[in-house]
């Protein structure tokens, strides 16, 4: 496995997409500093799944996007994708190749793909780990990187050592484990709270339930016997019901003979009326007809006088055309000598014409010539342009090289002034430190008296904590109390609505009815009257009983349709029904003097009642007889008042008949059909207004949880106090003794600065010769690249006036063109005169040819008049003869009319006599609906107890009743059942369900617990098993590298010794790692005291010992020789060519010995500012551009 490319594409500066091809051994990237060389590592970096800003030299994520320049504009994404060779298949994959790519979009969207398929950020990360590869690995080496492992505690220095031992994978697991495991126990102890509080409810709740259950049963007996009781009750209700429909119908059938007889009366009323009607209008049709003939007879007389004036004129239009004609014989000898003249100037046009076309012939071949020679100078101006480019290309090449080498020269000197700035700076820090010193002493007191405050404060909130809590426990409880009561309420009313559109109560008739009408089968019908009207609650009993079992009659639009109804029930053998045509039925009000102003008056029933208007003389004629009182005696003394010719009902239900008969009792609540809508709009209002309360309930419950909140989040936020106080602590102790090695230390690193010094002088001037035979080489081809410039200018000249006198011609042929176009249209407009003119001549003859035929239509048009005047005095005379013969006719019908009015008194006196009769049968019928509505309360009432009771319909009491064979056992089992329900005393219902609820949690809750005992076990194995695993290949491989570690040192230093040694051996995978080094002549104390460049060779020492023992397939090295003099950079170079036959290495350098060393080289450089370009060069190449073999 090695790295193939690296494509990047708007990463940082790069914007164009850009390929480096990798092969074995050793690739070095160069460039002037602010090129971009290390935007490749950091491209590197990103790609495995970097996200510190810090580490990419970033702000944000956003900023390694290409964020344009002058010249360009700024992209939108950035993408980098890595190619692994993967041959022999070291990768979990099955190709060959493997290719990693990041994208990531401005607008923060962002993408990982392995060989284009989307992946996560993890699957990138577990890809690489214990390979050495990834962000964190130790395959990308940078100078921060060198610093670290020598400057950081033993403690930090372990993640290096723990990725080459290959361990990277075995703690990532491990830290998995442990957080499942704290996950595990949290579950566990809150599932452990929780069966303490099941266990103290599931026996008081058996209990319960087990007397519940008792209720159920003797409740469930106590329903069948009362629903037995009920439906018997109903049954014998309806056969006495059924024998007084009977006697109704047969009232109905008697007052309907009379109806149809009075009916057949006002028919002949109707057609005697109609005929005077007919009579009177005929008169006086005839009347305006003889107005209309008379109109008609001066309208002809105008018409003739007309005519006449018409003849006149038309004489007068002759004459003036016969003058027109003699006029027209003079101008046609004017026209001839006109044409004469236009025909000699178009002969001279044409002339013209001809003379400037030769002229154009001419210019267009001087055109043709100007053409060819302008392609030639073209053509060679071209091949100039390719020998600029060329040397352009060669003076960027060598430009590269001396910026090169001026870039080293400049890091050479930064190195320098920051090692004397690096002296000034420690100079500084020993105060500071001292300082610090003393600061540190101070806050850890500090920190101690906060800490107990802390404690303090975290009791206080727990306690109000507690508080809250229970508060709002009750408060849940007493909002779902109050949501049950209005689901309770909702749920009644919903039965009663469903009790209303299946029509339970009405007839079966009535029901047969309106669904034959809903279904279409019969038009016409409108509903029952219960359906049709409206009533205050207050009046609803009276109403109801007012109407009693005419609740239930059906109203439909005429005769016809009650005829097509009953015959539908007779057929169906569906019952009896009684029908209310709206078209016949006439309203009927009591008007009696002083009955407003008696005691106790209320209303005319019908005033009581809201209707369509359509309706409202049906209801007239139902209740507007009878009147509403306040109760019983006043009802009584209104009657007598009145001799009892009407019924008068209590608003309690009590009922004093016509003939003074009362009809009274206990009439239950809502036991009616018209009383049902009331009792379901009551009941969803009632639901409502507890809904109100429980909004009140739930802003307490909210303000509760609100205060909950805050209290939980200022005790999180003081509990968070506490432990950053108590690791503040802690650090600052920690920092007390950072700070007096550090003093010491600091003390002993100043000597070693002003070594580098001199050292980094001496190299100074090596570069500078350098620099100076590359600028030779810049100035000889910029001198041949002006000289190339300076040829091209000279063809561009010529290019230039050749094209300047094409132009001129092109503009001489355009006016020739415009001329030619010009005297064309002028030749046209002659030849059109000349057409125009003959035209005109031809016209004279056609005009006199005209003029003679409108004289002979005028001519006829005088015949025709003359005719037409006869024949309108023909006219005239006819409508004088018709005028006598209407008169005679109106004479003739006035005598019909006068007949017809007699014959209409003699029906009138038949008509009154048959309604005294029909008034009479009306009352008999009347009392026989009485009757039968007395009857239908009480089933209606046996109803509405079954709904106040069960909240159930008929149909569904029939199923769960049984028959009674003993009314009077029955009953005494009852009172029974009764008994021993009241001996249960109080019994919570709901205790059986939530007995069931709780027992089965306590069960999943205990099947719960052993399940995360099981495994919370698991885990503790998996955990220990790790850590064996972990703790063997750490030790054998930090043993491996130390072992390497003390060879690689002695080779590079030349001698000395050196080791790694942990701090506490017994827990080898959380102790530090120190580091001892002894170099050759030297007394060495602790790392500090060595040179910057001794630091940066012992860490170089320590990977080179890591990639010894588990080399990495390929690494990237930035720069971490850069603190190293020229002796210890070729050593360096030459131990990094031994490493390169294992692992692959690409490095960013400046120095000369490790380009020495590389096998490719790449140069990046910046030619347009802002765009870094890659330049690929063999090694003998950068040797001759930066004047390595000039010596």
């Not at 016997?225 to 009232?251: F, G, M, N, P």
């Not at 209310?580 to 008696?598: A, D, V």
Request: net charge negative.
């Amino acid at each position: 496995m090695y790295l193939k490319a690296l494509e990047i594409h708007g990463f940082k500066s790069f914007p164009d997409r850009t390929r480096l091809n990798f092969t074995g051994g050793l690739t070095a990237v160069v460039g002037p500093n602010g090129s971009g060389k290390s935007n490749i590592s950091d491209a590197l970096r990103w790609v495995l799944g970097e996200q510190s800003t810090k580490t990419l030299r970033g702000a944000k994520m956003e900023d390694v996007i290409f964020g344009g320049t002058q010249l360009r504009k700024a992209m939108g994404f950035a993408q980098v994708t890595l190619y692994i060779d993967n041959t022999e298949h070291t990768m979990p994959m099955d190709t060959d190749e493997v290719a990693i790519t990041r994208k990531l979009y401005r607008s923060g969207d962002s993408e990982y793909k392995i060989n284009d398929q989307n992946v996560r950020l993890k699957d990138i990360y577990e890809l690489f780990m214990d390979t050495g590869l990834g962000r964190d690995g130790y395959s990308m080496i940078g100078q921060g990187k060198i610093a670290e492992i020598v400057s950081a505690k033993s403690g930090n220095r372990r993640e290096i050592f723990e990725e080459a031992a290959g361990i990277s994978k075995f703690r990532y697991r491990k830290t998995e484990a442990e957080r499942k495991l704290l996950a595990a126990q949290e579950n566990l102890l809150r599932l452990k709270d929780i069966m303490v509080e099941l266990e103290d409810r599931v026996e008081p709740l058996k209990l319960q339930a087990e007397k519940a259950a008792q209720f159920v049963k003797y409740a469930q007996s106590k329903k069948t016997l009362e629903l037995s009781i009920w439906i018997a009750l109903l049954e014998k209700t309806k056969e006495q019901l059924r024998l007084q429909e009977d006697k109704v119908a047969a009232s109905q059938a008697a007052h309907a003979e009379v109806e149809e007889e009075l009916g057949a009366v006002e028919k002949s009323a109707e057609e005697i009326f109609a005929q005077i009607s007919k009579c009177t209008v005929d008169i006086d049709e005839l009347r305006a007809a003889i107005r209309q003939k008379e109109e008609n007879a001066a309208e002809a007389q105008s018409q003739i006088a007309v005519y006449e004036n018409d003849i006149f004129h038309n004489n007068s239009s002759i004459e003036r055309i016969s003058s027109e004609i003699s006029e027209q014989n003079l101008t046609g000898q004017d026209i001839d000598t006109q044409i004469g003249a236009k025909q000699k100037e178009l002969t001279s046009l044409q002339g013209e014409i001809d003379l400037r076309k030769a002229e154009m012939d001419e210019l267009t071949g001087k055109y043709t010539q100007l053409a060819l020679s302008e392609q030639a100078g073209i053509a060679e101006m071209e091949s100039k342009r390719k020998q600029l480019s060329a040397v352009t290309l060669a003076l960027s090449e060598a430009k590269v090289a001396a910026v090169t080498s001026q870039s080293v020269c400049n890091e050479t000197q930064n190195r320098i002034e920051m090692l004397r700035q690096s002296q000034t700076e420690k100079e500084v820090k020993i105060k500071d430190l001292t300082a610090e010193l003393y600061e540190c002493k101070e806050l850890c007191e500090h920190i101690d008296e906060n800490l107990q405050g802390l404690k303090n404060a975290s009791d206080g909130i727990q306690l109000k904590l507690k508080n809250r809590t229970e508060k709002r426990q009750e408060l849940e409880n007493q909002l779902r109390s109050i949501e049950f009561k209005s689901n309770e309420k909702l749920q009644k009313a919903g039965l009663l609505e469903n009790l209303e559109q299946t029509m339970e109560g009405f007839a079966g008739s009535v029901k047969y009815i309106i669904n034959q009408q809903k279904r279409g089968v019969i038009k016409g019908v409108h509903s029952a009257v219960s359906k049709l009207i409206e009533v205050d609650d207050s009046y609803s009993t009276a109403i109801e009983i007012a109407l009693g079992g005419a609740l239930q009659n059906i109203v439909v639009d005429n005769d016809e349709v009650a005829k097509r109804a009953i015959a539908m029930l007779k057929e169906s053998r569906s019952g009896r029904a009684t029908f209310l045509p709206i078209s016949t039925i006439k309203g009927n009000k009591i008007n009696e003097n002083g009955l407003k102003e008696k005691q106790g008056f209320v209303a005319i029933a019908s005033d009581l009642v809201r209707c369509k208007p359509i309706y409202r003389a049906i209801i007239e004629n139902m209740l507007g007889r009878i009147v509403v009182a306040e109760d019983l005696n006043d009802a009584v003394a209104i009657a007598k008042a009145y001799n009892n010719r009407f019924r008068v009902v209590t608003l309690d239900g009590q009922l004093v008949n016509v003939g003074g008969s009362m009809t009274g009792g206990f009439t239950a609540k809502s036991a009616g059909l018209l009383s049902r809508q009331s009792e379901i709009d009551k009941l969803k209002a009632e639901a409502a207004k507890i809904l109100q309360s429980a909004d009140d309930v739930k802003i307490k419950l909210k303000t509760l949880v609100e205060e909950i909140s805050a209290l939980n989040a200022k005790l999180l936020a003081i509990n968070s106090e506490i432990k950053t106080a108590s690791e503040d602590k802690i650090r600052y102790e920690s920092e007390q003794k950072r700070i007096s090695l550090s003093l010491n230390d600091l003390t002993k690193t100043q000597e070693d600065a002003v070594i580098q010094i001199k050292r980094l002088q001496e190299r100074l001037t090596e570069l500078e010769d350098g620099i100076r035979n590359a600028g030779s080489r810049v100035t000889r081809l910029t001198q041949e690249q002006a000289q190339a410039e300076q040829e091209i200018a000279e063809q561009n000249s010529k290019y230039d006036e050749a094209r300047v006198n094409r132009e001129h011609l092109s503009e001489q042929r355009s006016r020739i063109e415009l001329d030619i176009l010009a005297l064309s249209k002028d030749k046209q407009g002659i030849e059109q005169s000349i057409a125009e003119m003959a035209a005109r001549k031809d016209g004279q003859t056609q005009r006199i040819e005209l003029f003679q035929n409108q004289i002979a239509e005028l001519q006829a048009k005088n015949a025709e008049i003359t005719v037409q005047i006869e024949h309108l005095k023909q006219a005239n005379s006819q409508l004088v003869q018709k005028t006598k013969q209407a008169q005679q006719e109106i004479t003739s019908l006035q005598e019909l009319r006068q007949q017809c009015e007699q014959r209409s008194t003699e029906i009138r006196v038949q008509e009154k006599d048959i309604v005294a009769r029909k008034e009479q049968l009306a009352r008999e019928l009347a009392r026989v609906e009485e009757k039968k509505f007395s009857l239908q309360g009480e089933y209606d009432s046996t109803i509405a107890r079954m709904w106040d009771e069960y909240e159930i319909t008929r149909s569904e009491a029939e199923v769960i009743a049984e028959p009674i064979e003993d009314m009077q056992k029955a009953q005494r089992s009852l009172s029974e059942v009764k008994s021993k329900i009241k001996a249960l005393g109080t019994v919570n219902l709901e205790a059986i369900d939530e007995y069931e609820q709780v027992s089965q949690r306590y069960h999943f809750m205990k099947a719960q617990i052993d399940d995360v005992e099981k495994s919370r076990d698991q885990l503790n194995k998996i955990i220990y098993d790790l850590t064996m695993q972990m703790r063997e290949m750490f030790t054998d491989s930090f043993q491996k590298i130390n072992h390497q570690f003390g060879k690689i040192f002695v080779e590079l230093f030349d001698g000395g010794k050196a080791s790694l040694e942990l701090t506490d051996e017994s827990d080898v995978l959380e102790a530090g790692i120190e580091i001892n080094v002894q170099p050759p002549g030297k007394l060495i104390k602790n790392l500090a005291s060595l040179s910057g460049g001794e630091q940066a060779f012992v860490a170089i020492a320590i990977y080179f010992a890591i990639l010894k023992v588990r080399p990495a397939p390929f690494c990237l090295l930035d720069e971490i020789e850069a603190a190293l003099d020229d002796v210890n950079v070729a050593k360096f170079s030459q131990y990094l060519k031994r490493l390169s036959n294992k692992t692959q290495f690409v490095t960013i350098t400046h120095r000369r010995g490790t380009m020495e060393e590389a096998d490719v080289l790449y140069g990046v450089t910046m030619q347009e500012e802002g765009v870094s370009k890659l330049l690929q060069l063999s090694v003998s190449e950068l040797e001759s551009k930066l004047g390595m073999k000039d010596d």
